[in-house]
Nanobody, 120 residues
Framework: QVQLEESGGGLVQAGGSLRLSCAAS????????MRWYRQPPGKQRELVAT???????DYADAVKGRFTISRDNAKNTVYLQMSSLKPEDTAVYYC??????????????WGQGTQVTVSS
């Protein structure tokens, strides 16, 4: 079993910054892609950013140039640095991890979500 623990959400004024963290622990052989999603109030969950095991990154158009995803493989942790925040970035942010478990099974896991609120 794998557990994901998210931290770093909160309330910030427009133009401010926040950094989200998501640490994975448990019986993993390896971690493959790590992603951040968000779900704005009343809307569907959407992909925000991806970081592959090789370090390649990709972003949703809405956050390009403002958000940066990174990972620390030694700590099994993925980060999302968010800058120049806008009220429309308000959402619950979820990390998502693709793992290969000890024994070879591939599984995906979701974090519990962390609220980010950007005031105008």
């Amino acid at each position: 079993q794998v557990q994901l623990e998210e931290s770093g959400g909160g309330l910030v004024q427009a133009g401010g910054s926040l950094r989200l963290s998501c640490a994975a622990s448990g019986s993993m052989f390896s971690i493959d892609a790590m992603r951040w999603y968000r779900q704005p109030p009343g809307k569907q969950r959407e992909l925000v950013a991806t970081c592959t095991s090789g370090g390649a990154t990709d972003y949703a158009d809405a956050v390009k140039g403002r958000f940066t995803i990174s990972r620390d493989n030694a700590k099994n942790t993925v980060y999302l640095q968010m800058s120049s925040l806008k009220p429309e970035d308000t959402a619950v942010y979820y990390c998502h991890v693709l793992c290969t478990l000890i024994g070879g099974t591939g599984r995906s896991y979701w974090g519990q979500g962390t609220q980010v609120t950007v005031s105008s």
